[in-house]
């Protein structure tokens, strides 16, 4: 049974566990809804709300729909106090230089080692419009999937490893989250068309494993997160699939080994979802 204290003076409530499968349902019922109409319908879909495209509102709305699932919680269970304190984690910027180095450095080197095994470039052609476009778009990508970790990390994690160890949760949320993605593989003129689902889904797992680490080792900030997400899907890495995926396991079980006294424990885990929460479960 759960119970949700009532939150004292200055502290917002905790949200519950069984926030999360509202967090999910939500989640889920905006991008497959979304998405879902141009898959079964996609001509009405395009006489209707306009060709689906990265700038269409409809495209911003479900890859940020993660977020808009984790807003909708904290405000309902924190208040607008409540989302100060949320948003707040975004300032949590305190991480070791190895994993900054690994978000930087290491990230990058998978794609271009990727990338040479399939015979490909070592970064991603220039367009026509010079290197100032791809700055552009480089600067837009922040604003697509890196928003997903206010929901993925900012409540999905927490929750979680209030239960289990942390690679566990990480394991849940990488299925979750390549599951989420699955309707994008029947979107024409998408790179997911291009690509196998296997290899994504697998890679889905590795990387929701490898950002675990991260996210404790700054405190349950959500900065890192972020930028470990826009490397995922910064422009300038050429497009290394499936080769990526299968040198990021690789990479993840050295970096769950290395980090194995915490991975495999809730002792350092970070556990709220707004700071300062209020509240327990039992």
């Not at 900054?100 to 367009?127: H, T």
């Not at 700054?218 to 299968?246: C, E, R, V």
């Amino acid at each position: 049974m759960t119970e949700v204290a009532t939150p004292t003076a200055g502290h917002p409530r905790r949200v519950p566990p069984l926030a999360i499968a509202a967090y999910f349902l939500i989640t889920f019922g905006i991008t497959w809804t979304l998405i879902g109409v141009y898959i079964v319908s996609p001509e009405w879909a395009s006489q209707a709300f306009g060709e689906i495209s990265g700038s269409h509102p409809f495209f911003f709305a479900a890859t940020w729909a993660p977020a808009i699932s984790a807003f909708i919680l904290v405000l309902y269970f924190g208040g607008v106090a409540g989302l100060k304190a949320f948003l707040s984690r975004l300032l949590m910027w305190r991480c070791s230089t190895g994993w900054a180095a690994f978000i930087f450095l290491v990230i990058p080197i998978v794609y271009m080692a990727g990338s040479l095994l399939k015979s490909g470039p070592l970064l991603a052609p220039i367009p026509p419009e010079s290197v100032a476009a791809m700055v552009a778009v480089l600067f837009m990508m922040l604003f697509l999937g890196p928003i997903e970790e206010f929901g993925w990390r900012g409540v999905a994690q927490p929750i979680l490893q209030r239960h289990m160890a942390p690679i566990w949760a990480g394991v849940i949320i990488g299925t979750i989250w390549g599951i989420w993605h699955l309707p994008a593989f029947f979107l024409s003129g998408t790179v997911f068309a291009e690509w196998n689902f296997l290899p994504f889904f697998v890679g889905n797992i590795t990387l929701a494993v490898l950002v675990t680490p991260i996210f404790n080792r700054s405190g349950g900030g959500l900065l890192w997160p972020m930028l470990f997400h826009w490397q995922l899907i910064n422009p300038f890495w050429p497009d290394a699939q499936p080769y990526d995926t299968w040198i990021l396991v690789v990479v993840a079980a050295v970096v769950v080994w290395c980090n194995r006294n915490t991975m495999f424990t809730r002792e350092d885990a970070a556990t709220e979802v707004i700071p300062g929460e209020t509240g327990h479960e039992r």
